[in-house]
């Protein structure tokens, strides 16, 4: 009387990308700045739409890299100083993927 709370397995095509190979894409996106999901494809061998549902299944999310300004000295002393308990509004991160 019901469904079984359980799944049943069913048939289907197996992934191409293997589960050993999880933990190394989730080392290899974590610790490298700037990696792309193309890189990443071409590194497993797989299709960059595979890398991306892999990590979209890590909980792992994609941000992209923002630079921080260069600037000279003439300009460094344009800039107005601010007081030393205000916070600056900038937030420049240099992490690619994190959850």
Request: aromatic content about 8%; cysteine-free.
């Amino acid at each position: 009387m019901g469904l079984p709370a359980e799944d049943l397995p069913r048939s289907g095509r197996p992934t191409s990308f293997k589960r050993k190979n999880l933990k190394r894409l989730q080392n290899a996106a974590i610790n490298r700045i700037g990696v792309s999901q193309r890189k990443l494809g071409k590194k497993f061998g797989v299709a960059q739409s595979t890398i991306h549902y892999n990590l979209k299944k890590l909980g792992l999310k994609h941000y992209k890299r923002q630079k921080a300004p260069k600037y000279s000295e003439n300009q460094v002393e344009q800039i107005p100083k601010m007081p030393k308990n205000e916070a600056p509004n900038v937030n420049i991160q240099h992490f690619h993927y994190r959850r």
